[in-house]
């Protein structure tokens, strides 16, 4: 499929504030279904200019007969219907087409949570591959219930307690599911997406990495004009190294790649890093240690927020300078800077509808997205900013980065500054930091297990603890190791670890480690918990 092919066949995902609702995402992707998500309130104009060919409106934590419940934009309802758009309502996403269609909510009699058991009522429609009486096993999360449907929608199944399952009038291209077919916890909920698409929309699957790759190529030509000069920020992971490699095949020689030590690396990462850059990756980086000017800039601060927007001000500032000598060199002053900005990262900086948050109080600010300062000189290409992890990882594939490289765990940009709580400067943290982190991350190399992990890291305690080394007692401080799995890190479990394997990890960290006598394991999934500490 060409590029225009693709984009007649999206399906456009209206966020509501679901923790599921990048998983739609997800599930409609691995499909070869390209698909994007975007706040639920978006104007008319914003969604129409997008030409989606189905809109599927998210589940949320709301009551859509609550005040200030979010809603899709006026005149959506006409736009869809004029413009012949499926839309598949899901959780929420159905209450709220039943209520803006003059039916009617109201909070359930028996509030369903967790897996339930449906039954197929009418083999149409939704369920039009299914026998009446069919029954599976989905996971709900609601406390309300449609109790009357919008003229000429009829119920297609029905819960084991009796409560609306699966709505549907096929004749105005208006579907809704009461549960989460996105979701693992729904095991036929892929078939009934899939279902949905191909059969009922008659979406064409052709979505895929070839598509992007010469798509993004054909973008970066086009915004980047003849005779301007690029630079790359290279952090050593996987999205920025893509993300170089993918604009070096784009303009060549006019990229120029900067390698910054802030002082907030792993063990040996410079070394390795730039060894792996010259010899398998053959892109032109140029090293910049600034690590005296980040750490003083860093010193006595503790509040999380400030010390993202420290790190991400102070690497503007050395890209500024670095841009201001390749001017000197090339006769002209650089353009844009690459960043390797995922579609995670975008998620997550931009709060859901009806959440009262705005940016200032996102999960976090990542320094690619909301840590730049607004005097920055340099504009911005993020070629990848529409992609998942796994989703760059086979873009970096096809384009011939080693696959040792694509492996690595993600490192976050501010570095071990979110993985020491406080003041990052004070004694010699990041030092005691560095080696239990490369003993961690060792150890699960030589047990075979890294590639079954999506990120594993230590994190150190700022808080001393009493001990008894050398039948001494000590008051020294703690280390916490993190591991967790995932497919795209919006959402995570911790790692089981074998406890041998823990019990040997402890006594090596605690031996090798001066400072060190407690070592503590965060078995906490995602949410309620980030990944990262800070």
């Avoid at 225009?4 to 998983?23: A, C, E, M, R």
């Avoid at 996971?139 to 819960?159: N, Y």
């Avoid at 900013?385 to 760059?392: C, G, T, Y």
């Avoid at 930091?433 to 699960?444: C, G, M, P, V």
């Amino acid at each position: 499929m060409d590029a225009q092919d693709v984009k007649s066949n999206l399906v456009l995902i209206l966020d509501f504030g679901s923790q599921y609702t990048h998983l739609i995402t997800r599930r409609i992707r691995a499909l070869n279904v390209f698909s994007l998500c975007v706040n639920g309130t978006s104007s008319l104009k914003s969604i129409a200019d997008l030409n989606p060919s189905v809109i599927i409106l998210s589940g949320g934590p709301h009551s859509v007969h609550a005040p200030n419940a979010p809603c899709f934009a006026p005149g959506f309802i006409e736009y869809v219907e004029s413009n012949k758009v499926h839309v598949l309502g899901i959780c929420y996403g159905l209450q709220l087409i039943v209520q803006q269609l003059g039916g009617e909510v109201r909070v359930g009699e028996k509030q369903e949570y967790g897996r339930m058991e449906i039954a197929v009522e009418k083999a149409v429609g939704l369920f039009g591959n299914k026998k009446i009486g069919d029954r599976q096993s989905v996971w709900m999360s609601h406390g309300d219930e449609a109790v009357k449907l919008p003229e000429g929608f009829e119920v297609v199944a029905r819960s084991r307690q009796g409560a609306v399952a699966a709505v549907e009038n096929p004749g105005r291209r208006f579907y809704g599911l009461q549960y989460h077919p996105e979701v693992t916890h729904s095991p036929e909920g892929m078939e009934t997406l899939k279902y949905f698409l191909f059969d009922i929309c008659g979406v064409t699957a052709g979505w895929k990495m070839e598509d992007v790759l010469d798509e993004e190529l054909k973008v970066i030509k086009s915004t980047v004009k003849p005779d301007d000069h690029v630079i790359c920020a290279l952090s050593g992971g996987v999205d920025s190294t893509v993300a170089a490699t993918l604009v070096h095949k784009a303009i060549g020689d006019r990229l120029h790649c900067v390698f910054v030590d802030n002082g907030l690396l792993r063990w040996r990462e410079r070394e390795r890093v730039m060894e792996t850059f010259e010899k398998d990756l053959h892109l032109p980086v140029t090293c910049v240690d600034a690590s005296e000017q980040f750490l003083s800039k860093l010193k006595g601060v503790t509040e999380p927020e400030k010390k993202r927007k420290i790190i991400g001000s102070e690497f503007i500032s050395i890209f500024d300078a670095f841009a201001h000598d390749l001017e000197q060199k090339v006769g002209k002053k650089p353009a844009y800077l690459v960043q390797g900005t995922l579609y995670p990262d975008v998620i997550e900086s931009c709060p859901p509808p009806g959440s009262g948050r705005t940016h200032s109080h996102t999960i976090k600010s990542h320094h690619n997205v909301g840590g730049l300062p607004k005097d920055m000189k340099l504009k911005l290409i993020e070629p990848l900013k529409l992609l998942f992890k796994d989703e760059v990882r086979e873009l970096g594939k096809i384009m011939g980065v080693p696959q040792a490289f694509l492996k690595r765990h993600p490192f976050p940009g501010p570095g071990l500054a979110v993985r020491v709580p406080g003041d990052v400067t004070l004694e010699n943290r990041l030092d005691i930091l560095r080696k239990a982190d490369e003993i961690f991350i060792q150890a699960i190399r030589d047990a075979g297990i890294y590639d079954s992990i999506w990120q594993a890291f230590a994190v150190f305690m700022p808080v001393l603890t009493v001990g008894v080394q050398g039948d001494q007692r000590t008051h020294s401080y703690a280390i916490t190791l993190r591991a967790v799995t995932s497919q795209d890190g919006m959402t995570a479990d911790w790692y089981y670890f074998d406890h041998k394997f823990l019990a040997d990890l402890s006594t090596r960290i605690c031996n090798e480690v001066p400072g060190v006598n407690r070592v503590l394991l965060d078995i906490t999934s995602k949410p309620p918990s980030t990944i990262e500490w800070e």
